[in-house]
């Protein structure tokens, strides 16, 4: 295989310059990054020739996906590295059937449906919210669960559902808007919760004997809540190497090279590399409010269907501001799109390259499946750096 | 969807209310869920809200680590 492992070229046309002169936040540093970024191909090499076969780890989170194909990271590491995407992207793990409810609860006479920008174009069995809007649903983008709430609070002739979708990041937010509607006593505002937890769906995954890992690249943004040690049961259950990773150049190959050494000393733990944004216990503040609204709940996921305690529902204490509560719905049953792999694509079981629909019948204009719509979709981010890559190439060892 | 921006407050409005100033923007956000937040801290927001606030001691003792190390590789 030709490659030059001292030869960082990539990095200095992929990297964009960072705005942050500051240096408490400049992790974009180029000449930094390159030399790490020459050392971890070192290293990757070695194990490659030691091992024969590429190394192979799994970025769980859909903004790692993205961070790792902008970065040139990806591509730059491709011969020795195989990295996969995991169930990281709300919107893609989303099971077909919320959709469909999403999609229903909009066409409820006097609701207004608020919601993040990315569940627009998300193809249900029938239409998609962006079609509900033009044809005259009341459909609006925010971004905050915040102006939901506002938006509640300015027309209470209306029913303002929030569409609760995100993982541990996300979730306070949210808590955070039901208790300003519950302290206001604003009851025409409601929560329709589609909310996910990473540690379960992780454990899942790991127990599946088809999926063989040598590490795992933990969420930063969801570890900023629930904290590190959350975490521990990766290398203290399973054996297996993992790293609390931030986002921006330096972070990416830094997580990279504890995975690296971590396997080389068959010493898994599961490391921060992170920590600059994540404490041991997370933020407890957050967390606490999470739970003064939410409880764990089993749930339904896109290709894995209903796993125990993974997603977050409003307590029954709380039914007032429960979407599904409020709006029962009996619906025809559900259908993912014909050929759709996103299932199998955010287990890594699959590349966006094997599905038959990909940049031929799928793409982000006409998405057919949610991998394809969300900006952090696997396949959207496949299609908008990743195409020169066939999946024969990408899944060899 | 995860994404969360690294912001410097400029301004306490109130008690749940900072302004902060990223990528030259201005952006008022709510502080509810992190504590004893200051003047000038650097904080991750997330969907109008701080999440954390960075810890800018260990962002450096991070950046001094790999520029000892990487110093004397050439590029
Ligand atoms: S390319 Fe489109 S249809 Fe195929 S898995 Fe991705 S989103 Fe689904």
Same mark, same amino acid.
């Given at each position: 295989m030709p490659h030059n492992p001292t030869n960082p070229g990539l990095l200095s046309t992929s990297f964009p310059p960072s705005a942050w002169t500051d240096s408490p936040l400049s992790f974009e540093d180029l000449s930094l990054s390159k030399a790490?970024?020459?050392?971890?191909?070192?290293?990757?090499?070695?194990?490659?020739?030691?091992?024969?076969?590429?190394?192979?780890? *799994?970025? #769980?989170? @859909? !903004?790692?996906?993205?961070?790792?194909s902008k970065s040139g990271i990806r591509d730059a590491l491709r011969p020795w590295l195989d990295l996969r995407s995991g169930p990281g992207c709300p919107v893609c793990?989303?099971?077909q059937e919320d959709i469909d409810r999403m999609l229903a609860l909009a066409a409820l006479p006097d609701v207004t449906v608020t919601?993040?920008?990315?569940? *627009?174009? #998300?193809? @249900? !069995?029938?239409?998609?919210?962006?079609?509900?809007?033009?044809?005259?649903?009341?459909?609006?983008?925010v971004y905050s669960p915040l102006e939901a709430v506002a938006i509640a609070t300015g027309e209470p002739q209306r029913e303002v559902i929030f569409m609760g979708i995100g993982f541990e990041t996300t979730v306070p937010t949210v808590a955070s808007s039901i208790q300003q509607a519950v302290e206001k006593g604003l009851r025409n505002f409601s929560v329709f919760s589609v909310h996910k937890l990473a540690a379960p769906v992780i454990r899942q995954l790991l127990q599946d004997p088809e999926l063989s890992l040598d590490g795992l690249i933990l969420p930063g943004h969801v570890a900023a809540i629930t904290g590190r040690r959350h975490f521990a049961f990766i290398a203290e259950a399973f054996s297996l190497p993992a790293a609390v990773t931030g986002f921006a150049a330096l972070d990416l190959l830094a997580g990279i090279r504890d995975l690296v050494r971590q396997v080389r000393d068959q010493h898994p733990q599961v490391s921060n590399c992170y920590s600059r944004v994540v404490r041991e216990d997370g933020n407890a503040k957050a967390w606490a409010l999470v739970e003064t609204f939410f409880?764990?709940?089993?749930?339904?996921?896109?290709?894995?269907?209903?796993l125990p305690a993974s997603g977050l529902v409003l307590r029954p204490e709380y039914a007032a501001w429960d979407a599904r509560q409020r709006f029962p719905l009996d619906l025809?049953?559900?259908?993912?799109?014909?050929?759709?792999?996103?299932?199998?694509?955010?287990?890594?079981?699959?590349?966006?390259?094997?599905?038959?629909?990909?940049?031929?019948?799928?793409?982000?204009?006409?998405?057919v499946g949610p991998c394809m719509v969300s900006g952090e979709g696997t396949c959207a981010t496949y299609y908008k750096y990743e195409r020169r890559e066939n999946s024969a190439h990408a899944l060899s060892h | 969807m995860c994404l969360a921006i690294p912001a410097k407050v400029v301004d306490i409005l109130n008690d749940t209310i900072v302004e902060v100033e990223t990528f030259g923007n201005r952006a008022q956000v709510n502080t509810s869920l992190v504590e004893g937040l200051k003047q000038n801290d650097y904080v991750l927001?997330?969907?109008?809200?701080?999440?954390?606030?960075?810890?800018?001691?260990?962002?450096?003792?991070?950046?001094?680590?790999?520029?000892?190390?990487?110093?004397a590789q050439p590029n």
């Open positions: 790490m970024l020459a050392e971890v191909k070192d290293r990757l090499a070695q194990w490659h020739q030691r091992n024969n076969r590429k190394l192979t780890l *799994m970025e #769980v989170c @859909g !903004t790692h996906t993205v961070a790792l793990v989303t099971d919601t993040f920008g990315d569940m *627009m174009r #998300v193809p @249900g !069995t029938r239409g998609n919210l962006a079609r509900a809007k033009a044809a005259g649903a009341d459909i609006r983008i409880e764990p709940g089993r749930v339904k996921w896109r290709g894995l269907n209903e025809p049953p559900s259908q993912p799109p014909m050929g759709c792999l996103c299932g199998e694509v955010l287990k890594g079981k699959a590349l966006p390259f094997d599905c038959r629909h990909f940049a031929a019948s799928c793409t982000p204009v006409h998405p | 927001v997330h969907a109008g809200f701080a999440i954390e606030i960075l810890d800018v001691q260990a962002a450096s003792e991070s950046l001094a680590l790999w520029r000892e190390i990487y110093a």
